[in-house]
């Protein structure tokens, strides 16, 4: 059983931002897979399949980021996933635009969502796809640029990232994730 879960926050406001790079993940993985996100509970939309003869859930928390483990943690508990089958998928300031890294542990490195997914899950030892926004351009406030727009000279490196890492999430169905970690790093 896997459970992959992209952070981002709910609402049509923050559609389409930094910060919501998770969201745009689960959303081309749900496509590609013909996964369908109806179900709501858990303070959020989900959906399932089987691939591989694996059951696999597409989780997108509607807690907002900040409070993202309020959302993960119940799912896990509900659907009794083991941390070794959870993937979160994320933005990171700290990679360029376009770049993905994977990794099966780490702090939050200020990130807010990892935080509150830290903090309920009791571990910061959980398998993680970041996904790069890089940093504001010419001091930026952090806030308004993980929850502004991409600029349009981004999009194309935005879009690599994304499908890079669906390839990576498909991937990882029935294969180790250090497996994975080794062909996509």
Do not use: W
Request: aromatic letters at 8%; one cysteine or more.
């Amino acid at each position: 059983m896997k459970l992959i879960v992209g952070l981002g926050n709910p609402g049509e406001k923050y559609s389409g931002t930094r910060h919501n790079i998770g969201f745009d993940v689960i959303d081309y993985c749900a496509k590609e897979l013909k996964i369908e996100l109806v179900q709501s509970k858990f303070k959020g939309v989900y959906g399932s399949t089987i691939i591989k003869g694996e059951k696999v859930y597409l989780l997108k928390p509607l807690t907002y980021m900040n409070l993202s483990g309020e959302s993960v943690r119940p799912f896990m508990d509900y659907f009794q996933i083991a941390i070794e089958d959870l993937i979160i998928i994320y933005d990171d300031l700290d990679l360029p635009t376009g770049k993905i890294r994977l990794r099966q542990k780490g702090s939050a490195g200020g990130h807010n969502g990892m935080k509150s997914l830290i903090q309920h899950l009791g571990t910061q030892e959980f398998n993680r796809i970041r996904v790069g926004i890089d940093r504001p351009r010419s001091g930026e406030p952090i806030v308004n640029y993980v929850l502004g727009r991409y600029h349009p000279d981004e999009r194309e490196a935005v879009t690599e990232s994304i499908l890079k890492s669906v390839k990576a999430i498909e991937a990882s169905i029935g294969t180790p994730f250090l497996d994975v970690m080794n062909q996509f790093n």
